[in-house]
């Protein structure tokens, strides 16, 4: 992988907290160029740094009220491919995750409900090919979400904060007017 140098992270650190930023407001903190900015971005896109970018949905606000982390043990290890393929074409199957320990794999998803959690185990997952046991944990609340860490200077990262300060504090002025 290419190397990342202090102005890569400083760019990251401030896009990952605000994806829809302004090239010129991230300019501007950096003391280069939009153009420059433009560029990095391209760059860490183009080698992989960023994977991607958007908008994230509330899965509860389409109804999908039950997050569930379900174990799953194969037949064999081997199988996992084959099962992938197949979790693929369940929708409400947001993560898949090749594991140690007592799973062979770890999946995330989400259900409507109860009901709903019990259809897709009992009549989707359980019937696959290989698929020998699940174990079903449902997340009651998520706590901490958030990405690696970038590994800013002490000095960078105040500055960042006291830019998302700022921004914030125009935010809050401009729905007071």
């Given at each position: 992988?290419?190397?990342?140098?202090?102005?890569?992270?400083?760019?990251?650190?401030?896009?990952?907290?605000?994806?829809?930023?302004?090239?010129?407001?991230?300019?501007?903190?950096?003391?280069?160029?939009?153009?420059?900015?433009?560029?990095?971005?391209?760059?860490?896109?183009?080698?992989?740094?960023?994977?991607?970018?958007?908008?994230?949905?509330?899965?509860?606000?389409?109804?999908?009220?039950?997050?569930?982390?379900?174990?799953?043990?194969?037949?064999?290890?081997?199988?996992?491919?084959?099962?992938?393929?197949?979790?693929?074409?369940?929708?409400?199957?947001?993560?898949?995750?090749?594991?140690?320990?007592?799973?062979?794999?770890?999946?995330?998803?989400?259900?409507?409900?109860?009901?709903?959690?019990?259809?897709?185990?009992?009549?989707?997952?359980?019937?696959?090919?290989?698929?020998?046991?699940?174990?079903?944990?449902i997340s009651l609340n998520q706590?901490?979400?958030?990405?690696?860490?970038?590994?800013?200077?002490d000095e960078d990262k105040a500055a960042i904060e006291a830019?998302?300060?700022?921004?914030?504090?125009?935010?809050?002025?401009?729905?007071?007017?």
């Amino acid at each position: 992988m290419e190397k990342i140098d202090s102005l890569d992270k400083k760019i990251l650190e401030i896009i990952t907290h605000n994806a829809r930023i302004p090239f010129k407001e991230v300019a501007a903190e950096c003391g280069v160029s939009r153009a420059a900015i433009h560029q990095r971005v391209q760059r860490l896109a183009d080698i992989g740094v960023i994977t991607g970018s958007g908008y994230h949905v509330n899965p509860a606000s389409l109804g999908y009220n039950t997050c569930t982390y379900v174990g799953i043990t194969l037949e064999r290890g081997s199988m996992y491919k084959h099962v992938v393929k197949e979790f693929e074409n369940i929708p409400e199957i947001v993560e898949c995750h090749f594991t140690t320990g007592p799973y062979t794999m770890i999946i995330k998803l989400y259900a409507r409900d109860n009901a709903h959690l019990m259809e897709l185990l009992n009549n989707r997952l359980q019937e696959i090919e290989g698929v020998i046991a699940t174990e079903t944990l449902i997340s009651l609340n998520q706590s901490i979400k958030k990405e690696v860490p970038i590994g800013l200077s002490d000095e960078d990262k105040a500055a960042i904060e006291a830019l998302m300060a700022r921004k914030n504090a125009l935010v809050t002025d401009n729905a007071d007017d």
